[in-house]
């Protein structure tokens, strides 16, 4: 079975700092795994994903995320916030042997203060 | 021109009533899913079809009942509307069935029964 846990429901930050989103899968194989990000009154869009290879990976709007098999994490990163990364951001998991649909995590709410 | 689009976008109705709601793609998607986001946005797979075919039926009511006219539209109706089915409902489209795959997302349904 596989799962996604991320960790705290809010996360605020100053505009211009760093933004760091957690997530945390549960897998008994090599997963793949997805951020998205949904802005108010608007349905999901993907920001990166994890396949295979490189375990940093580089998304849109300067994001990005490094999978780490031994932390079983797949945090989000971003250098420097903006008022415009205001949004919900989920985390997902699938991965072979289940459905192939992802399992979405409970959302994180990224709050940027001017 | 939007990708995956859901009408109507809101919809308010009573208890008891039978309602639908409509979602296109036009992507030349194979898969489309219907996607239940509750008050606390945990967003949970309800159907999934691939090329018209039902896929996966999670534990769903019988009172919902999706159906596919063909691969470019995947229809959710709804009998015997509850409160609890108050949500926001997003359709969503992939290009195939595959662990790796980024899902389209509409903009949602938001779906109050009074």
């Known amino acids: 079975a596989q799962s996604v846990t991320q960790l705290g429901s809010h996360v605020s930050v100053s505009e211009g700092a760093l933004v760091l989103l957690r997530c945390n899968y549960s897998?008994?194989?090599?997963?793949?795994l997805f951020w998205y990000v949904q802005y108010p009154n608007q349905g999901l869009q993907l920001l990166l994903k994890?396949?295979?290879?490189?375990?940093l990976v580089k998304g849109i709007n300067g994001f990005e995320a490094e999978f780490k098999k031994s932390e079983t994490s797949f945090h989000l990163t971003k250098p420097s916030a903006h008022m415009s990364d205001a949004a919900e951001y989920f985390c997902?998991?699938?991965?072979?042997?289940?459905?192939?649909?992802?399992?979405f995590g409970r959302g994180t709410s990224l709050i940027v203060h001017p | 021109d939007t990708a995956v689009s859901q009408t109507p976008k809101y919809l308010v109705t009573q208890m008891g009533n039978d309602k639908s709601i409509k979602c296109e793609q036009n992507?030349?998607?194979?898969?489309m899913y219907w996607y239940k986001q509750d008050s606390k946005k945990f967003l949970k797979i309800m159907f999934s079809?691939?090329?018209?075919?039902?896929?996966i039926n999670e534990t769903v009511p019988n009172r919902f009942s999706p159906k596919s006219p063909d691969k470019a539209h995947l229809n959710l109706h709804i009998n015997s509307l509850e409160l609890g089915d108050s949500a926001v409902y997003f359709c969503?489209?992939?290009?195939?069935?595959?662990?790796?795959?980024?899902?389209?997302f509409g903009q949602g349904t938001r779906l109050t029964v009074v």
């Open positions: 994890y396949t295979t290879g490189a375990t």
């Open positions: 897998s008994s194989v090599p997963p793949y």
């Open positions: 079809y691939n090329n018209k075919e039902l896929i």
């Open positions: 992507l030349g998607h194979d898969t």
């Open positions: 969503a489209s992939s290009q195939e069935r595959g662990l790796d795959t980024e899902a389209f």
């Open positions: 997902a998991v699938s991965s072979p042997g289940g459905s192939y649909i992802p399992t």
